[in-house]
């Protein structure tokens, strides 16, 4: 099984940016998609940003212009830098890969980190 560590989460202030990385150690044979999804205390998980391993990307509307989304397949990793961080994107983040094993599909998911924007 596949085991996604992330790291880069904090306390910031509001304006101010975090860069959230995934590392993936495990046997992978191909990445379908990499994500990251963030869960705000008494609120559903939602989708932050997602990145194909064509290098598509998609956002949710509240992060677009402010998030990025990045992968570096060799290292088998997903970054988020988040800029311009508001109080309302205080949540525990997680990322997700889709991928394979010998042709059979797989979904792995971190144990989240916290970002708590806050002055």
């Known amino acids: 099984q596949v085991q996604l560590v992330e790291s880069g989460g904090g306390l910031v202030q509001p304006g101010g940016s975090l860069r959230l990385s995934c590392l993936a150690s495990?046997?992978?044979?191909?990445?379908?998609?990499m994500a990251w999804y963030r869960q705000a205390p008494g609120k559903e998980r939602e989708l932050v940003a997602a990145?194909?391993?064509?290098?598509?990307?998609k956002y949710t509307d509240s992060v677009k212009g402010r998030f990025t989304i990045s992968s570096d397949n060799a290292k088998i990793a997903v970054y988020l830098q988040m800029n311009s961080l508001k109080p309302e994107d205080t949540a525990v983040y997680y990322c997700?890969?889709?991928?394979?094993?010998?042709?059979?599909?797989?979904?792995?998911w971190g144990q989240g980190t916290q970002v708590t924007v806050s002055s």
């Open positions: 997700s890969f889709d991928y394979y094993v010998f042709r059979r599909p797989y979904n792995s």
């Open positions: 495990g046997s992978i044979s191909s990445i379908n998609a």
């Open positions: 990145i194909t391993s064509g290098g598509t990307t």
